[in-house]
């Protein structure tokens, strides 16, 4: 069983920067890879980011590439979702997931098996 807990969530301006973090409970933080999704009002919920159990594997969705910075610390058991130059369109509820499949990062809401609560990111005119 892994928990996972979002933090950092927050309201931004046009172009600024926010860093996410995801801290997981237990002690097999490293054979999982994370993931980050987001769910924006109204929308589904969409894949962003995803990083393997070693770091060294990393995926991210068109509409973020050049922005974002998925990172992972398997010695503090935290994923972090970097986020720069932000935009409206990146108002969401953003989601940490795992993933039993160590070297998956691209994977779907199905092939998740962990999920945190979520963290609000608002754009803020």
């Known amino acids: 069983q892994v928990q996972l807990v979002e933090s950092g969530g927050g309201v931004v301006q046009a172009g600024g920067s926010l860093t996410l973090s995801c801290a997981a409970s237990g002690r097999t933080f490293s054979r999982y890879a994370m993931g980050w999704f987001r769910q924006a009002p109204g929308k589904e919920r969409e894949f962003v980011s995803g990083i393997n159990w070693s770091g060294r594997r990393r995926y991210y969705a068109d509409s973020v590439k050049g922005r974002v910075t998925i990172s992972r610390d398997n010695y503090k058991n935290t994923v972090y979702l970097q986020m720069n130059n932000l935009r409206p369109e990146d108002t969401a509820v953003y989601y940490c997931?795992?993933?039993?499949?160590?070297?998956?990062?691209?994977?779907?809401?199905?092939?998740?098996?962990?999920w945190g609560q979520g963290t609000q990111l608002t754009f803020s005119s």
């Open positions: 997931a795992a993933d039993r499949d160590p070297e998956d990062v691209v994977f779907t809401e199905g092939k998740a098996d962990y």
